[in-house]
Structures are given as structure tokens and as C-alpha cells.
């Protein structure tokens, strides 16, 4: 009798064990420490302007950050101190950036002192395009071709290239009032790249239309070219339908970045490109924040609009 | 007589061996199991009086020379009797022997006895796991599995449910896992929950992760050498078992003669037959015409050999099992508008074949000639096909059919000579040379589109992937292990090894070097350095073993990964049967290569080398490990102390970070113990530190970019995820219990085993993978995903 009771009671454990046990979640504890964040991307011939925040743990639910306010703040600027505003928990710099100069921050908050050194890279020279070429294709995809030309300068240089569309669309409101809307967006663009040491990964903010790839950026070092003239040729969609309501309008702007600036910005897009594939290597992103997080670098550009 | 090996070579050695020894003669023959016939792999025979001695080679074959005089020759095994032969020794001698198994050896009568004793060899990090034990240890739903026994081992990592092996902080594609000498590439089945190893078919295991004999090359971190049974000489015998989720059968036995001997052995899956009552319901609720789903795998092993004479031996082995899902579906409708039907067709296999065709030759009593063809295939297939036709009210016909299939693999066909030499008992001697043809298939994959749209018709077929790529991989190696006065004992070999892919010509030169010296009669001190190259690795989710991972060559810019490894260590014989070995080592992997941040393990073949970085790593720690192979309770408890890294140019930004098989602490437990004839009982115990993941641990907010109109939150808002670095967090620790309870009995035609086993025995929510989810009051919490709980399981084999 005792036996049978012992039998049933280890099947009641073993069955009630399986039932409760499958592929449970458990709810696990994160060491939760937050730091001090600094960003500031700034260009040259532009104010400078940054502000400091608080990490917040991966679990937080916030949708915003604690913004420092109480914080020692000095930037240089070829390590002369530069002065500052503050307004609304941002720093601004007084004067514009000047391409090719050094500039550091130093900030103390609690005892703790952040920092981070950048160089402006200076500017890019003798930038022309040539849109002479026609447009190609039939009604159903057409597409035209820029020449894009500038010098390299010394040393090693990385630069962006981006292409701005902007649009301004002319209407009539409800009230009958004449009215005007603008629209900027990057267009995508393909590039002529062969010789060209480029720097997007193939993940990196684009996307793939049928046999080629389509950059919303486009990042290339000097290698090969360095203190030469740099020719490259992209290629962009042109849409069937024009509407004579809208003024459209063009820039390519080519920028030379920093170090810093290219590798924040590429690790960045890349670890929000992937975010949610389960199968995606998780990207750590850059920071060159000394005993923080963030970013801290800037870039100088130069535009031509057609 | 004009196939023989050249008989140049022959005069050479046998000029050499007989100068050697001059007034000497040899003693040789073959070991089996007086039973089954079965060759025991490392058998020792040894002068009783002078302690001299050898150990079988892995054909059971053995040889020693001795000088002209009378001997009383030891032939002695593990978990058998021991027989003495007087021995007079006046001429070249044959003597095969069979020792009689004994199922629990007197544990008082082997005590000082001259087994085979780890303080004697040179080998270092090598483990013989019995398959007696094996036998009697605890299964996972019935199945008894050789690698899961293997991670077990001391210096072994691996993950819950995997078949994958991170050996002394390799990567699992660092393992040359071997089946009767013929490299198997995939070992798993249902995504690694099982390997492919069926026990019943097995006769000898043993693992090598450190001090690698030249023999071996090709992989890094360690070698798995299976030999597969050769079959019973004496009589028909088998086994047939039932568990939860397959059966088995295995039958061995003479064909004519004791000369030739044959074992065939299959074990295959009924989970998709038992499932189909309940596919024809739901066939029937969602009023199909037919519906087929299901999932099985299977595993087939035979092996034939023949002996011609004493001198020559052929044998014939092979393997191949496969996975296979597949759902069918036929649906068929009419209506007064049309009439048709629709069919679909999906599948997903992978599976290995393997064969090797051996010819053991005895040049003479001192030279055994071992030349194998053999035959490697790995094949990954997975495939979807649609098919749909209809006839309308005019009687018109439309028809469409596609269907895409995507192949992967590799073959590889390889010819290799061994020879073994044994001029002495100081010295044995062997060299061979091989080459393996690989042919890499990195994946096709093609599609058909076919209609007949009311006469207008296409049939047309596409295929696109990159061009299977053939390579050669040649070796050459040269070993001794020799004994130096009474107390050293050196391995010391070269494994030439060269690789040619496309126009990319390898070569690397690796000296291997063991040593044992004895400091007192039951201690001795070890030390061994190893090189090994490997010339092929496996991209592969780091996870799972999943079966679209993908074996690809070195290419001229991901370069063949360089192994240096350097071990030292202390192995005591201790009383009652105990053996005890320390040993500390530190390894090198150069031209490893590890995905890039941000990469997709779904990845094309034909652009992988854009997609990882090549790197090294470093892996040093210490092992533990405390067996006992005789008695009523045999076992081993194994300790590992270890650290492993990796280091990319730019990868954590060219900082070092653990790999995720860094394990701190790795404990394991294992003990059989024979209650009576009648009971006897398995345990093991596993403890591990947690894998490395990478998982972020903070967040904050984007910088705005300066002229860019792509701000942002462009794909993924506004916050960026901080990571403390690659593999920065550790998930928690990973401990197991498993028991298992066989009860035999004896019956009139053989003997019947009752197999309770309880996997994960107190239920140890063990971590799997973590992720972020939410919880009840919608707050963002960290989960773990466990897969096993305790699961009860049962067997029954019945030995005839």
C-alpha cells in the first residue's frame, strides 16, 4: 500500500515538474550602472552645440534622459578656451568651428571628469560637378549620372557624400490661402565605385534594387588617391512623373570627416540597421568619450546645388 | 604479388630493423575479444620480468622484439582477464591471443599490475572513454550519445543540447571528429540535440585535445578518433533496442568462416509515425485532400572484413544517416466555375555518408602496412515547390509549377598509407602520407518556373550560387615513440601539411613533442608542445549547430589558422585503481576568424570573406582529472580551470574579449557502480560558468548629425544600445544532474536491459539564450530561455 502511494506521489512530481518546466522565462537581474553621455557632432563655418546626459539602464521604460546641467564644462579650441552658452540643458559655442582646428572638451560632474580631443578636418577643395549627362532609361526606371570632382588633400582623409533632394510644393489651403511646403530627404544613389576604397559595410544604410546597391550615405577613404583629384560618378533615380506645382532642387555635399565622426556614424547606423535580427552579430558603437559615452568630432563640407 | 608496396622500401626497413636487431627476435600477433572477435584497440603486452613491453595499434595488431631467450609474456585490458604465455623465444614468433571479458574486473588482483598506466605513456590530453561505461550512463530520451559523454570531459565545453565540442578554447570547427579514420563533418542530428554516433556500433572512443601524435593533422583543437566494431568472429549476435523516440537494431556475426565477419547496425526515429493520426485530423479539419508533415532521422553503420591470411586484412566500412522534414499538401476544389487542384512540397535534409576501404598488410612481424580510400559527403538540401492546375467552365487548362532547391556540401575522397614500424621495444615508429581531395559546395541554388496559361506556356529553369571550388590537401608525417633508459619516454614527430586552392599554394612544416619521465614508480611529469594548421573552417552560427553552416577552404586573404600549444603535467597512479592527472596548458590560434559587428549569420556563400575578420586567440588553464576504469564503481570527476580570448584588428574596436566558451569553472562527475548482475546505476554531474554573450546594458541617445538628412532615427529611433564590449556578460551558471537505473536480466535466448534514465534529475532551469521582453506590469525585464527540463526516459535492449 505504502509502495503504491510512493509510486503515485514520484509520477505526481515527474508529471508536474514536466508540465511546469517547459521553456520557462525567467526574469533575471542586470547590474544597472549609468554614465555620463556627451554629444556633440558639429561642422566647421557652424556653431558648436552639445549637451550632457545621463545613461539609463537597458531596462528603463523612459523615453527621455536626465540632462546634467550642473556640469564644469571647458572647450578648447587649439587649447585655448572658447566660450560657451547655455540654454535649455545645451552648451553652444559662441563663434563658428574653423576647419583644420583642434578642439577638446573637458567636463567635471560628481568628481568624475569626461573628456575628448577632435581634429576639424579642412575643407574640401575645388568641388565642381558635371551634370551634363542625359537622363536614361525608359519610362519605367530612369536615371541620371553627376560627376563629382574635388582634390584630396594630405594625409589620410575619409570623406561622406550624400545627395539632398529638396522639393518645395506650392498649394492652396483650405482657407484659400497660396501656400508653400518644402521637402528635404537624401536620395539614394549608386556610385560608380571600382577604384574607390569604400567604407560601407554592405549592411550600412542602404539598400539593394535589383542588381545594385543604392547608398542613402556614401563613405570612402583617400587611399589610392591621396593628394590627387578625386572622380567619382553616381547615379540617382529620377521619378516619370513631374509635378508643375513643385520646384526640385539638388546638392551633392561632400564633407571630410574625422576619424571619430566616420566611425560613430558608421557603427551607429550599422547597430540600428540590425537592431531586432535575431541573427545579426550585435555592433558595439564607437565613443571617444574618455570615462563616458558619446561622441565628440566633427566634420567640414561643401555643397553644390543644382 | 606486383601490388605490393614498393619493395625497395621493404629492403630498406627490413636492412634497418635487422641491424637494429641483430640476435633478437619478434613477437606479434592480433588481440581480440575471445567472444566476439572484436581487436583491442591499445592492449598491452609485456616481459613479466624486465617490464618491457607494447600496446596493440588500433587494428588490435601488436608487435615486440626481444632477444633470443624464454619470456612469460602479460597480454592484459582494461575489463579483462589477463593471460600469462611462457614464451620461448628462438625465431620470429605469431601468437594471436583472445582475452575474456570480465564485466566488473577484480579491482585487488590489477593493483600494481603493469596495465596500461597513464604514468607510462607519453600521450597527453588524451582520454579512452570505455564503452562499458558508456554503456551504463545516463541517456537523454533514450538515446545514449558518445559526444555528449565526451563534453563531459575535462578541457570540453559545450552549450545545452549541442553536439558542437569547444575543446580547450577551439572553435567546433576546430575538432577532427574521425569515423574509422574518415573525417565526418557533421555530427549532429535534430539541430544537435543527438549525435550521430550510434553507440551499438562503436567499439573504441577515444579523445585527444593536447600533445598531438604527427599522425594526426588538419584541425586545431582536438581529435575524436571512433572506431567502429569490426563484427563477431565467433557467432551471430546482436542487439535491438526500443526508446522514447527510436529503436535500434544491430547484428554482427561470421559470413562462412571466422575469416570474415560483418556488423550492420541502423537506428531510426518514429516521432513523424506516431504524429500522423493527429496530421490526418488536422488534414481533415482544414479539408485538404492529403496532408504528410514529419521529421525523422536515421543512422545505417556496416562494416565487413575479411582475412585473406595471417598477413593481410581487408575491411569495408560505412556510414550514413540523414535528417529529414518535409510537409506535403494536396488540395483539391471544384466549383461551378473550375475545377483544379493545388499542391505543395517542402523539404529540409542534411545528412553524411561516409565509407572506407582498408587494406591492413604485414610486411613484416616489425612492419604493419595500413593503405585507406575513403570517401567523406556532407549534404545540406532544403527545398519548397508549388504546383497548381485548373480547368475552367470552357474547358480551358491554366497550369503553374515553381519550385527552388538550395544544395551545400562538401565531398572529400582521400587515399592514405600508414605504416607502422617496430624495431624494438624502445621504438615505435610511424609514418604514412595522405591526400585528401575536398570538394566545397558553398551553395546553389535553383529554381523552376513553369505555367501553361490557357496555351501560352514557359517552362525554364534558374540556377545561380558560386562554382563548387576542389582543393587538395596533401601530409606527410614521420613519429616515434620512443623510450630513452629507464625512466623517459619521448613522442616526437613531424606533420608536414600542404594545401593548394586555387592558385594559393600552402605549406607548413609542424613539429610535435611529448615527453613523459617517471619520477617515482606510480608518478610522472609530462610536457608536450604541438603545431597544427588547419586549412578549412566552418562558418557557422555560434549558438547552434544549425545545418546551413557552411565548411569553406583558406582563400588568399583569409589565410590557414595556426595552432601552438604547450602542456605540462603530473599523472599518478593512486591505490584502488584511481589515476590521477594534472595537467596545465597554454595554446595560440592564429588566422581564427569570428563574423564582424553587425553581420547576419543568414549569410551568402559567395561573399563570406567580406563578412569576418581574421584574428587570433589565446586559451590557457589547467585540468583536472581523477578516473578509475576498474572495480564496481568506475568513473571520473574532471576539473577545468581556463581562460579563453580572441583579439580582432576590428572587432571590439581591436580590443581583447573572452570568447563565448570562456568558461572559469567546468566541473564534471561521473560514476557507474555495479549494485549486483542484475542492477546497476549511472550518475553524472556537470557544472559550468555561463557562456559570454554579447548583451547590451545601458542606453542612451543619438548625437545629431550636422549636414545629413538621414538623422537618426533613420532604422532604429533615437537611442543607441551600449555594449560593455564583445561577449561582456555573463549569463548565469549552467549545472545538471542526470541518473540513470539499468536493470538486467537474464533470458533463455540472451539478456534483456530495462534503461530508466531521468536527464536534468532536479530540474535546474538551465540558461539558453537570454533576450529582453516584457514582463506582466509592461516593464522591460531580461529573460532566459531554458530547453530541458527533467525528462524522464526509458529503453529496452535485448542482447542476443
Keep these: 500500500m505504502i509502495k503504491s502511494k510512493v509510486v503515485q506521489l514520484a509520477v505526481c512530481i515527474i508529471l508536474s515538474a514536466i508540465v511546469f518546466s517547459c521553456e520557462k522565462e525567467i526574469e533575471m537581474k542586470l547590474d544597472e550602472s549609468n554614465s555620463y553621455v556627451i554629444n556633440s557632432l558639429f561642422s566647421a563655418d557652424s556653431i558648436m552645440s552639445f549637451d550632457i546626459t545621463e545613461s539609463k539602464s537597458v531596462l528603463s521604460n523612459r523615453f527621455d534622459y536626465d540632462t546634467i546641467t550642473n556640469a564644469e564644462v ?67 526606371f530612369r536615371e541620371k549620372k553627376i ?45 560608380d565605385g571600382s577604384r574607390l576604397d569604400l567604407i560601407n559595410s554592405t549592411d550600412d544604410f542602404g539598400t539593394v534594387f535589383g542588381d545594385d546597391f543604392y547608398y542613402n550615405e556614401l563613405y570612402f577613404s583617400d587611399l589610392g588617391f591621396e593628394n590627387q583629384t578625386i572622380n567619382l560618378v553616381i547615379s540617382f533615380p529620377i521619378y516619370s512623373y513631374e509635378y508643375s506645382y513643385e520646384d526640385k532642387f539638388y546638392s551633392v555635399i561632400v564633407s571630410k570627416v574625422s576619424e571619430d565622426y566616420l566611425l560613430y556614424n558608421q557603427t551607429k547606423n550599422q547597430q540600428q540597421y540590425t537592431s531586432g535580427d535575431p541573427f545579426a552579430q550585435p555592433t558595439l558603437v564607437y565613443s571617444n568619450i574618455n570615462n563616458g559615452l558619446g561622441i565628440f568630432a566633427g566634420i567640414s563640407s561643401e555643397f553644390v546645388t543644382f | 604479388m606486383n601490388s605490393y608496396p614498393p619493395k625497395i622500401l621493404v629492403l630498406i626497413l627490413t ?12 613477437l606479434s600477433g592480433y588481440l581480440s575479444d575471445s567472444e566476439t572477435g572484436e581487436k583491442l584497440i591499445g592492449a598491452s603486452v609485456y616481459d613479466k620480468k624486465s617490464l618491457k613491453g607494447t600496446s596493440a595499434n588500433i587494428y588490435g595488431y601488436y608487435s615486440i622484439t626481444l632477444p633470443t631467450d624464454t619470456y612469460n609474456i602479460v597480454f592484459s585490458y582494461v575489463g579483462y582477464s589477463k593471460i600469462e604465455k611462457k614464451v620461448v623465444l628462438t625465431s620470429d614468433t605469431e601468437l594471436n591471443i583472445d582475452l575474456s571479458s570480465s564485466s566488473t574486473l577484480d579491482e585487488v588482483k590489477i593493483v600494481g599490475d603493469k596495465m596500461e598506466k597513464i604514468t607510462e605513456t607519453t600521450k597527453m590530453g588524451s582520454i579512452n572513454i570505455p564503452m562499458k561505461q558508456i554503456e551504463k550512463m545516463p541517456t537523454f530520451l533514450g538515446e545514449r550519445d558518445l559526444i555528449k559523454v565526451a ?28 569515423l574509422d579514420g574518415v573525417p565526418v563533418y557533421n ?55 526500443i526508446g522514447l523516440i527510436s529503436s535500434k537494431l544491430t547484428l554482427e556475426g561470421p559470413l562462412g568462416s571466422e575469416n570474415t565477419s560483418f556488423i550492420i547496425s541502423g537506428r531510426r526515429t518514429y516521432i513523424d509515425i506516431l504524429a500522423q493520426p493527429f496530421i490526418k485530423i488536422a488534414a481533415r479539419n482544414d479539408g485538404l485532400e492529403s496532408l504528410s508533415a514529419g521529421y525523422y532521422f536515421y543512422d545505417f553503420n556496416a562494416k565487413i572484413n575479411h582475412k585473406f591470411s595471417n598477413k593481410s586484412r581487408l575491411y569495408l566500412s560505412a556510414y550514413t544517416g540523414k535528417d529529414k522534414a518535409y510537409i506535403r499538401s494536396k488540395d483539391k476544389y ?74 551545400s556540401g562538401i565531398d572529400d575522397i582521400g587515399l592514405r598509407w600508414d605504416i607502422d614500424y617496430l624495431p624494438s621495444p624502445n621504438h615505435f615508429i610511424r609514418f604514412g602520407v595522405s591526400n585528401i581531395f575536398h570538394k566545397f559546395t558553398p551553395g546553389i541554388s535553383s529554381t523552376k518556373i513553369a505555367y501553361d496559361d490557357f496555351g501560352e506556356s514557359i517552362d525554364t529553369t534558374l540556377s545561380v550560387g558560386s562554382d563548387p571550388l576542389r582543393t587538395s590537401e596533401l601530409g606527410l608525417y614521420l613519429e616515434d615513440d620512443m623510450k630513452i633508459g629507464d625512466k623517459l619516454k619521448v613522442n616526437a614527430g613531424i606533420h608536414l601539411a600542404a594545401f593548394a586552392v586555387d592558385n594559393q599554394f600552402y605549406f607548413n612544416p609542424q613539429p610535435r613533442l611529448a615527453a613523459n619521465y617517471q619520477v617515482a614508480s606510480n608518478t610522472s611529469v609530462k ?43 603530473l599523472a599518478q597512479n593512486l591505490n584502488n585503481g584511481f589515476e590521477l592527472s594534472v595537467e596545465g596548458y597554454y595554446k595560440t590560434m592564429q588566422n581564427i576568424i569570428e563574423y564582424k559587428d553587425g553581420v547576419s549569420f543568414l549569410l551568402q556563400a559567395d561573399d563570406w570573406q567580406n563578412k569576418v575578420e581574421s584574428g587570433d586567440g589565446w586559451a590557457y588553464g589547467a585540468e583536472v582529472f581523477l578516473q578509475k576504469k576498474t572495480g564496481k564503481t568506475t568513473g571520473w570527476l574532471g576539473y577545468t580551470l581556463s581562460w579563453t580570448n580572441r583579439q580582432f584588428e576590428n572587432i571590439n574596436f581591436g580590443e581583447k574579449f573572452p570568447y563565448r566558451y570562456d568558461r572559469r569553472h567546468d566541473v564534471s562527475f561521473a560514476i557507474v ?71 538486467v536480466k537474464q533470458k533463455k535466448r540472451g539478456e534483456a536491459i530495462w534503461n530508466i534514465s531521468f536527464y536534468n534529475a532536479y530540474n535546474r532551469q538551465n540558461p539558453f539564450a537570454l533576450y529582453f521582453g516584457i514582463d506582466d506590469r509592461g516593464g522591460q525585464v531580461l529573460k532566459q530561455i531554458s530547453l530541458f527540463p527533467l525528462i524522464p526516459s526509458f529503453a529496452y535492449t535485448f542482447k542476443f
Design chain 1, 74 to 140: 571647458i572647450v578648447t579650441k587649439n587649447g585655448s578656451p572658447i566660450s560657451l552658452n547655455q540654454q535649455g540643458g545645451k552648451y553652444f559655442s559662441s563663434d563658428v568651428i574653423e576647419a583644420g582646428a583642434t578642439y577638446a572638451i573637458e567636463a567635471k560632474i560628481s568628481g568624475l571628469t569626461l573628456s575628448a580631443e577632435t581634429k576639424i578636418p579642412s575643407k574640401v577643395q575645388n568641388l565642381s560637378i558635371d551634370t551634363s549627362s542625359a537622363i536614361i532609361g525608359d519610362y519605367g
Design chain 1, 147 to 191: 560627376r563629382i570632382t574635388f582634390d584630396d588633400g594630405e594625409g589620410k582623409s575619409y570623406y561622406k557624400v550624400s545627395l539632398v533632394q529638396k522639393s518645395i510644393s506650392y498649394y492652396t489651403d483650405y482657407n484659400g490661402i497660396e501656400t508653400s511646403s518644402e521637402n528635404e530627404y537624401n536620395e539614394y544613389f549608386t556610385v
Design chain 2, 15 to 26: 636492412f634497418f630493423s635487422l641491424s637494429l636487431t641483430a640476435q633478437k627476435f619478434t
Design chain 2, 151 to 178: 563534453q563531459m570531459l575535462p578541457g570540453v565545453q559545450s552549450s545545452e543540447g549541442s553536439s558542437g565540442m569547444y575543446v580547450r578554447g577551439g572553435g567546433p570547427d576546430q575538432n577532427l571528429i574521425l
Design chain 2, 187 to 241: 555530427v549532429s542530428h535534430l539541430f544537435g540535440f543527438f549525435s550521430v554516433f550510434n553507440s551499438d556500433a562503436v567499439s573504441n572512443v577515444e579523445l585527444i585535445k593536447g600533445g598531438f601524435p604527427a599522425r594526426y593533422g588538419g584541425r586545431l583543437s582536438s581529435v575524436l578518433d571512433i572506431r567502429m566494431k569490426e563484427g563477431n568472429t565467433k557467432k551471430l549476435s546482436g542487439t535491438a533496442s
Design chain 2, 334 to 407: 471544384s466549383n461551378s466555375f473550375e475545377s483544379g487542384y493545388e499542391e505543395q512540397n517542402n523539404k529540409l535534409g542534411w545528412g553524411n555518408l561516409t565509407t572506407a576501404l582498408r587494406w591492413n598488410y604485414l610486411l613484416t612481424p616489425k612492419l604493419f602496412s595500413n593503405v585507406t580510400l575513403t570517401y567523406s559527403q556532407y549534404k545540406f538540401d532544403v527545398g519548397i515547390g508549388y504546383e497548381s492546375e485548373y480547368t475552367n467552365s470552357n474547358d480551358e487548362t491554366n497550369f503553374e509549377e515553381f519550385s527552388s532547391e538550395y544544395i
Design chain 2, 527 to 569: 610536457a608536450g608542445y604541438s603545431r597544427m594548421n588547419q586549412y578549412i573552417h566552418l562558418l557557422t552560427n555560434v549558438g547552434i549547430g544549425l545545418p546551413t553552416d557552411l565548411w569553406v577552404p583558406v582563400t588568399d586573404s583569409i589565410e590557414p589558422m595556426i595552432g601552438n600549444q604547450y602542456s605540462i603535467g
Design chain 2, 673 to 743: 557502480h555495479d549494485f549486483s548482475k542484475k542492477f546497476n546505476m549511472g550518475l553524472t554531474w556537470v557544472f559550468g560558468t555561463g557562456n559570454s554573450v554579447t548583451l547590451p546594458v545601458a542606453q542612451y541617445g543619438v548625437a545629431d548629425n550636422p549636414v545629413s538628412l538621414s538623422n537618426n532615427s533613420f532604422f532604429g529611433g533615437n537611442t543607441i544600445k551600449h555594449y560593455e564590449g564583445r561577449n561582456a556578460y555573463r549569463m548565469p551558471s549552467y549545472h545538471r544532474m542526470d541518473v540513470s537505473f539499468n536493470f
